[in-house]
Structure formats: C-alpha cells, structure tokens
Nanobody, 124 residues
C-alpha cells in the first residue's frame, strides 16, 4: 500500500509561484509513474502533469505547459510541481497520484494511489 501526502498549497497573487510536494510511503515509489491532477468544485478532475518512474520523460496539460514543471527525487520518495506565472484559473485542489506503470498516462483511471489534495488559490 502506498500513501501520498501533498503539501505546499496556499494563496498567491496572479503571476506568483508555488511549489507543491508529494511524499510517498513505501519502497516502490521509484517504480511508479507519478502525476498531478486538479479539480474545481462541480467540475471533473483534470490532468496537469506526469513524470515517468525514472524521471526520464514528462508530459503536461496544455493549460500549464511552459509554466509548470514536474520533477521527482526518488531518494526522497517525493514528486514536485513547480508552478510559475500562476493565473486565477489555476485555482483548484491539486492531487498527487501514483500509477504502477512504466509509461506516462493522462487518464486518472490509470492511477491507483491518490493523495488527499492541497488547495491552491490564485487571486487576481
């Protein structure tokens, strides 16, 4: 069983930056593709970014491409999401997710493990 705990959310002005962290329990973190998703109340959960188990490749949703960066430190069982040039439309609950796959997937159904979420609010 893998548990994921996110941190780093908060309130920031438009144009600002935040870095989210997600720490995973267990020894198998380095074998998992990790992803970040976000959800606004009343809407579906959207894909934000993902990174392969070895950090060898990454993929981003169109709305965050060029502004967000996903990275991981397998020695620390941690995945990060650096968010720059934040916009009010980035306001959402951000979820960390883990999938026991070796490729990148944007589908939330591929991810077996989920964190509890962290709120990001961007004011205009």
């Amino acid at each position: 069983q893998v548990q994921l705990v996110e941190s780093g959310g908060g309130l920031v002005q438009a144009g600002g930056s935040l870095r989210l962290s997600c720490v995973a329990s267990g020894r198998t973190f380095s074998t998992y593709t990790m992803g970040w998703f976000r959800q606004v109340p009343g809407k579906e959960r959207d894909f934000v970014a993902a990174i392969r188990y070895n950090g060898g490749s990454t993929y981003y949703g169109d709305s965050v491409k060029g502004r967000f960066t996903i990275s991981r430190d397998n020695a620390k069982n941690t995945v990060y999401l650096q968010m720059n040039s934040l916009k009010p439309e980035d306001t959402a609950v951000y979820y960390c997710a883990g999938a026991s796959i070796t490729y990148i997937s944007t589908a939330q159904e591929a991810y077996r493990y989920w964190g509890q979420g962290t709120q990001v609010t961007v004011s205009s």
